[in-house]
């Protein structure tokens, strides 16, 4: 076996149908006497009812989260917790709202509590990002990372099929990127991989019954793995593009993600066999890519850039820049593989072995 340092931050998780009955008593647990609970503009229900169950540990609500966290939206929540005297903060939402909390918790360092309803797995990690003026920037800061993660699959039968299918679909990512990192190590593997069996059994439930509750524990269970590897180890040429994607066109983050990944593990086929086995077998496919694809396509999840607002005259353009700095991935990244990527990525194509 080769060398590996693993440096795993420790995290309390409650999990479970109920689990968000205990809130008042986590945030008790941390000290918290003036929480200030985030959450996006259509989740503000769900916040007031986190305010309700802290009582008067609660400082107030802010409901004003957006995805990609822009600064201006940073700064202004950093003040209304400033305002408010907060002393820690709950975010209940999606990658979106517990990317406002980070953003707050970057400067202030104020204690987190993450209730996360979708699966793109944040708030295990501690990457943050804000964007300025169109461009969003990632960074990996531990004063970010959330101190106790709530896990209630009671909150999530709300969350629309395609939201369910795409975040799904970014958990899934998370978990083949981490199987072929230069900084993984056997237990992200095992994670990862439990991370894709546990997600492509149970999304294709979720989507079909929202409310089925024994699958959206299992989904919250793989968005929970899928998290941890993301948090520990350095995604490669899927999340690149992604980011590129996402960040300088503008288009939706969960559903780029269900677009590239089958498109991304096809490119690394070559190069990363083991993972490959690894990924194929926890779907119970024959191949990694295809079986990707065909669950993207069991979950009604988009399948093509072209179909979620990319121009094809773009995709030049989306190539260069997404191959102009060096990174790590197992097969080498250069402009003409990358822009074939791209081009079977915006067409949609299955990715025949
Ligand atoms: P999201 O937070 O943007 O939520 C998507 C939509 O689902 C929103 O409209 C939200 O209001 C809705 N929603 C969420 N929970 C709901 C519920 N219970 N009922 C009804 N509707 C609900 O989605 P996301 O995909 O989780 O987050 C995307 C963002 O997270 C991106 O900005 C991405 O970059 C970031 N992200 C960060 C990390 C990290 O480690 N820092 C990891 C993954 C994603």
Not at 176 to 182: D, K, M
Request: net charge neutral; hydrophobic share 45%; glycine share 8%.
């Amino acid at each position: 076996m080769r060398a590996f340092v693993h440096d795993q931050p420790s995290i309390r998780v409650v999990f479970g149908v109920g689990s968000f009955d205990r809130l008042a008593d986590e945030a008790r647990r941390l000290g918290a006497q003036r929480a200030l609970v985030l959450s996006t503009a259509g989740q503000r229900r769900a916040a007031a009812d986190a305010a309700r169950r802290l009582d008067s540990a609660a400082a107030g609500v802010y409901a004003k989260a957006v995805m990609h966290v822009p600064i201006e939206t940073a700064r202004a929540a950093r003040d209304a917790a400033e305002r408010l005297g907060a002393d820690s903060l709950i975010a209940i939402g999606g990658g979106s709202t517990i990317g406002l909390a980070k953003a707050i918790a970057l400067e202030t360092a104020l204690p987190i509590v993450a209730i996360p309803t979708t699966y793109s797995g944040s708030e295990m990690t501690s990457i943050y990002g804000l964007t300025e003026g169109g461009v969003k920037k990632t960074g990996r800061d531990r004063r970010v990372l959330a101190k106790t993660v709530v896990y209630d699959p009671t909150l999530t039968v709300t969350v629309p099929p395609r939201v369910s299918a795409t975040s799904g679909m970014n958990a899934m990512a998370h978990c083949v990127e981490a199987l072929y990192a230069r900084d993984g190590d056997p237990v992200t593997s095992v994670l990862a991989a439990e991370g894709i069996r546990v997600l492509a059994r149970a999304l294709p439930i979720v989507v079909t019954a929202p409310a089925h509750l024994d699958a959206r524990g299992d989904a919250l269970y793989g968005a929970w793995l899928a998290g941890t590897v993301l948090g520990a180890t350095t995604m490669g040429v899927h999340h690149k593009l992604c980011h590129t994607l996402g960040g300088s066109f503008d288009l939706p983050h969960a559903e780029v993600h269900a677009v590239v990944l089958p498109h991304a593990t096809a490119f690394n086929r070559g190069a990363a066999p083991d993972a490959m086995r690894t990924i194929a077998s926890a779907l119970g496919a024959r191949d990694a890519a295809e079986g990707i694809y065909d669950l993207a396509v069991r979950l009604g999840a988009p399948t093509a850039l072209s179909a979620i607002g990319m121009r094809h005259e773009d995709l030049d353009r989306a190539a260069r820049l997404a191959t102009e700095n060096r990174y790590d991935n197992p097969r080498p990244i250069e402009y003409e593989s990358v822009r074939q990527l791209l081009e079977d990525a915006y067409r949609g194509t299955r990715p025949l072995v």
